[in-house]
């Protein structure tokens, strides 16, 4: 039986806080070169290739690729898949893992994955899904256990990007032309994307539909209607987005779409809300690249309660209550 390889926050937080990305860069005989390193920032060499270390020892960027593409940036993790390509994420982790002492307790790891047994695309599979229904499984897991308003889903629902998955909630993903390539999958013990899917952007428009000037961008779909639950502005034309927790070619396209049409348009603005954590930073600092390129402004949120997502904040205010 296969069972997905997790890693646990608390595993993570020790690896991001005791393993250097100098370290690592020295360890694959890449060279500091002092004279043009700076106190904030260290740059490392090897051969044609050069790598800037920042955050303190906690993220890096090549300086050598345009802006905001992938693999260009990124936190500890980041940088090894970077420096080892082949290696597989559970590859990663213990191998990180070992420079601190630290084995990770996520699930074990089993090689040989059953391959899929439904081959249809994620939206053949989307369109089978039926709507929440109050009381439901998936309606209790959203209202109670992850504290979003029920008008924010029933909002949701209405605007169809969000469907009932038995186990889990199905947050839609889709392409330039509105159509369902893929889907974040949310349970109680569900944490996946649908097999198949092409991630892009899970999109929460509330109200009228109308040209994007406030463009929203969180990490997980629950996020994202967490922060528009929270949201004191929700000025006309904001669009709640969140990438599923990566930035690949896709989701970067869709984002620098959405910026290139709000580039015309009076006081636009891209907020980035993604997760107070090292990671969270390291997108950020994407996102604030591909604003700039753009010429779009752009700005920093955070949980009011300094949380590490909106989604705590929205747990935190209800246990308060």
């Not at 428009?205 to 779909?221: D, K, Y």
């Amino acid at each position: 039986m296969y069972q997905r390889f997790e890693l646990s926050e608390q595993d993570r937080q020790t690896i991001v806080n005791g393993v250097s990305c100098a370290t690592l860069l020295e360890n694959h005989h890449f060279l500091l070169v002092l004279e043009k390193s700076t106190k904030r920032c260290f740059k490392y060499r090897k051969g044609n290739e050069h790598i800037i270390v920042n955050h303190g020892g906690k993220g890096w960027w090549d300086p050598q690729s345009p802006r905001g593409t992938p693999d260009s940036s990124g936190d500890v993790f980041a940088l090894c898949r970077r420096l080892d390509p082949a290696m597989k994420w559970h590859e990663v982790c213990t191998t990180l893992g070992a420079l601190v002492g630290v084995e990770p307790k996520g699930a074990v790891y089993v090689a040989q994955k059953a391959e899929r047994t439904d081959e249809r695309s994620p939206g053949e599979r989307w369109a089978e899904r039926k709507s929440l229904y109050r009381g439901g499984k998936v309606w209790n897991y959203l209202i109670r256990e992850r504290c979003l308003p029920e008008a924010i889903v029933r909002a949701a629902v209405a605007k169809g990007c969000l469907r009932d998955g038995y186990h889990a909630a199905w947050f839609a993903h889709t392409d330039a032309q509105g159509a369902v390539c893929g889907a974040e999958l949310r349970g109680p013990e569900t944490h996946i994307c649908l097999g198949g899917s092409v991630k892009t952007l899970f999109r929460f428009q509330p109200g009228s539909v109308q040209p994007v000037r406030r463009l929203v961008i969180c990490e997980a779909a629950i996020d994202a209607l967490s922060f528009a639950a929270l949201d004191q502005v929700r000025a006309p034309g904001t669009l709640y987005a969140s990438t599923a927790g990566g930035m690949g070619p896709e989701t970067i396209a869709a984002i620098q779409t959405h910026l290139a049409a709000m580039k015309a348009l009076p006081d636009a603005v891209l907020v980035v809300a993604t997760d107070d954590d090292d990671a969270g930073n390291a997108f950020a600092d994407t996102l604030y690249r591909l604003a700039d390129d753009a010429g779009v402004a752009f700005m920093r949120r955070l949980p009011p309660d300094r949380a590490k997502d909106f989604n705590q904040t929205l747990k935190n205010r209800a246990q308060a209550a």
